[in-house]
């Protein structure tokens, strides 16, 4: 990754604010965008969403989970703060769960519309629906990357129960595309798609104000997952992702970022600079532990030697995948297939 520009090697960003808003706390961040804060049960404990008012009603960007706690708290939001004016809109920039769980649910009450790109849509409206769930598939590439057969639920488990955490994606949706243009609030936004993190996520720019929604694309203190998932388990995501980053490049180095984990900060282009080292250390870190060949398991327990509960393990086997998989793109690494099944990978 040479060609890669790297400035410096500091996650120093400046934030906007010391202030975090509450639970259902409305604020406003940057005139006329306000800033909601809403909890997740997960060690990640919270998603920044935004509202912007509009002439007609307002546009959220994002939504929450879907559980109880999330829903009382939008009821208090949207029958106080919104000055009489409706929901409109529900702009999400991907399809994870803490993006678009609530979205059929604001849907179904509220009368918003979906706003989102085709493949977050299709991505989103499959995994509500229950369309991942295929047990068999994921045990097969658990067992191929190095899980034990006693692991196996505990690894799906992860997946199977995944739907509970969104309402049904609504059917109906307005497509964002990239490059191309959505006015919110007046003002002309442009929509950035970033890859990745998830498979068409949207950032979005408006040059008047200076202000970039980013999404888990560009996070302040954290780096977005970069997973290999089974049903992909030939994807580069981490190329993707680099890749799609530089796109962002084009945008000022001041330029205010709304991110959705942790605060709104500026410093872009330092974090686009951290996530080239970061990836390039990781990927030097597997190279190295596999001078002699080693699952994917193994190469996850190289990335990240501390203790993991199974969730943690779910996600470092998804990294480890990612980092294996670019490296092989690279012709880095070998792979092998060998008679127990499993996937091991050595350095060329
Ligand atoms: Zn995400």
Avoid at 294 to 302: C, F, I, M, R
Avoid at 337 to 347: C, H, K, L, P, V
């Amino acid at each position: 990754m040479s060609e890669r520009r790297v400035i410096s090697v500091t996650q120093n960003v400046e934030f906007l604010t010391d202030h975090i808003p509450e639970p259902g706390e409305v604020f406003e961040i940057v005139p006329g965008i306000q800033w909601i804060r809403m909890p997740l049960p997960f060690q990640l404990n919270h998603i920044n969403l935004w509202l912007i008012e509009e002439e007609d009603g307002w546009a959220l960007i994002d939504c929450g989970i879907n559980d109880e706690r999330t829903k009382d708290l939008w009821r208090g939001i949207l029958g106080q703060v919104l000055n009489g004016k409706p929901l409109t809109k529900i702009i999400c920039t991907h399809a994870h769960p803490d993006h678009i769980g609530l979205a059929g649910w604001l849907h179904a009450e509220y009368g918003a519309e979906l706003v989102i790109s085709r493949e977050e849509w299709t991505f989103g409206r499959m995994v509500s629906t229950g369309g991942l769930k295929d047990v068999e598939a994921y045990n097969k590439y658990f067992l191929q990357i190095g899980c034990a057969e006693e692991d196996l639920e505990d690894y799906c488990a992860h997946i199977m129960t995944a739907d509970k955490l969104y309402c049904d994606v609504p059917h109906r949706y307005r497509r964002l595309r990239e490059d191309r243009t959505v006015t919110i609030g007046g003002k002309s936004w442009q929509v950035i798609v970033g890859l990745g993190h998830a498979m068409e996520h949207v950032c979005l720019y408006c040059a008047e104000s200076n202000i970039l929604i980013a999404g888990d694309q560009v996070l302040p203190k954290i780096t977005p997952t970069i997973l290999v998932h089974a049903n992909e388990p030939n994807a580069n995501p981490l190329l993707d992702f680099l890749e799609s980053n530089e796109k962002l490049r084009h945008l000022p180095e001041d330029v205010t970022v709304l991110p959705s984990h942790n605060q709104p900060f500026t410093g872009l282009h330092t974090r686009l600079d951290y996530y080239i080292t970061h990836h390039e250390e990781r990927l030097e870190t597997v190279l190295a532990a596999c001078d002699e060949a080693l699952n994917g398991l193994e190469v996850a327990g190289a990335l990240f030697p501390q203790d993991l509960d199974i969730y943690g393990k779910f996600f470092a086997t998804g990294e480890a995948m990612s980092h294996i998989r670019y490296l092989e793109y690279e012709g880095k690494l070998k792979r092998s297939n060998d008679a127990d099944g499993i996937e091991r990978y050595q350095r060329i």
